[in-house]
């Protein structure tokens, strides 16, 4: 069974500052998708970006883009140019092998942008 | 283009009470997800549907049945319910899941169930 941790409960930031969340999975497949979902206080789940396992490239949209690490099996989020909108709970997600199409979530870290 | 709707947004029963969460999707997905989540628990499968006449279980099934009524809608239905099922349950959809591969998945406004 694949895994997905996010060690950070909560961080914050300063408004315009750089923030990196971060998160590891553990899986024995070789082919899968990883994904970064934002969850605002109107509980709404947004996705902010996806990752495939076989594109070395990593993903970038916009002010957000990852560091995947796949030896390391790490999966973390970087957040430039922060903004107050960001404040959310932000979850990593995985789904791949016998799993495809079913997401499993890490436990979310809260981010507080300050102005 | 409304997405993924839900309803109710919030409802409150009684333990042993039964009910049924609507979701329905109206971007011609052919898989829908019911998920639970739980504080400091992040979101868990309770159910799925890979395309329209099929359903699976996740990680948490027990206490809920599902029906794909179409293949825009996909209800979760508690039959007994009990104050462990209080959470917010949020249903998705995606183009085409399961073995053809994975794509996004979207998700509804959720709805936040108390059970006393």
């Known amino acids: 069974a694949q895994t997905v941790t996010q060690s950070q409960p909560e961080m914050s930031v300063q408004e315009a500052e750089t923030v990196t969340l971060s998160c590891t999975y553990d899986t024995s497949e070789n082919n899968y998708y990883l994904f970064w979902y934002k969850q605002p206080p109107s509980r709404q789940m947004i996705l902010v970006i996806r990752?495939?396992?076989?594109?070395?490239q990593n993903a970038t949209e916009n002010r957000f883009s990852v560091n995947f690490q796949k030896a390391a099996k790490s999966f973390s989020l970087k957040i430039s140019d922060s903004q107050l909108g960001d404040t959310a709970m932000y979850f990593c997600?995985?789904?791949?092998?016998?799993?495809?199409?079913?997401?499993?979530f890490g436990q979310g870290t809260i981010l507080t942008v300050h102005p | 283009n409304a997405g993924v709707t839900q309803t109710p947004k919030f409802q409150v029963l009684k333990t042993g009470q039964s009910m049924t969460l609507q979701c329905a999707q109206d971007?011609?997905?052919?898989?829908m997800y019911w998920y639970r989540q739980d504080p400091g628990m992040g979101l868990r499968l309770i159910y799925y549907s890979a395309s329209e006449g099929t359903t699976d279980k996740g990680e948490v099934p027990n206490g809920y049945n599902v029906s794909r009524l179409n293949k825009r809608e996909f209800s979760l239905r508690l039959e007994s319910a009990a104050p462990s099922q209080t959470s917010v349950y949020f249903c998705?959809?995606?183009?085409?899941?399961?073995?053809?591969?994975?794509?996004?998945?979207?998700f509804g406004p959720g709805t936040r169930l108390t059970v006393l």
């Open positions: 971007m011609n997905h052919n898989s």
């Open positions: 997600a995985f789904t791949g092998g016998t799993s495809y199409g079913k997401l499993t």
């Open positions: 998705a959809s995606s183009e085409e899941g399961g073995l053809a591969g994975t794509d996004t998945q979207y």
């Open positions: 990752q495939e396992a076989y594109k070395q």
